[in-house]
């Protein structure tokens, strides 16, 4: 049983900035790559950014730039540092656990809106 929080998410002006933060817990043996994926109203789930266990990074073209993806010491914790937010940007964003041999866990979500 393995539970990932997310906290950070609220509303903000375009152009400012929100930190998303999100910690897994439970039979965690090894962790392989914790990410953030978001979906708006009638798209489907994307990737945002992933960092994997030695701290690779891949981030959407769209988040390129402007969104930083990092992780603790601990590696169980994974936050998204998202600047210059754009209206686009409003979705749901969900933290992504990918463990041990075939482990993959999601968060509940947490709102991102961005007003113009």
């Known amino acids: 049983q393995v539970q990932l929080v997310e906290s950070g998410g609220g509303l903000v002006q375009a152009g400012g900035s929100l930190r998303l933060s999100c910690t897994a817990s439970g039979s965690i043996g090894s962790i392989n790559t914790m990410g953030w994926y978001r979906q708006a109203p009638g798209k489907q789930r994307e990737l945002v950014a992933t960092?994997?266990?030695?701290?690779?990074?891949n981030y959407a073209d769209s988040a390129k730039g402007r969104f930083s993806i990092s992780r603790d010491s601990t590696k169980a914790t994974v936050r998204l540092q998202m600047n210059s937010l754009e209206p686009e940007d409003t979705a749901v964003y969900y933290c992504?656990?990918?463990?041990?041999?075939?482990?993959?866990?999601w968060g509940q979500g947490t709102q991102v809106t961005v007003s113009s």
């Open positions: 960092i994997t266990s030695d701290s690779t990074t």
């Open positions: 992504r656990l990918r463990f041990n041999f075939a482990g993959n866990a």
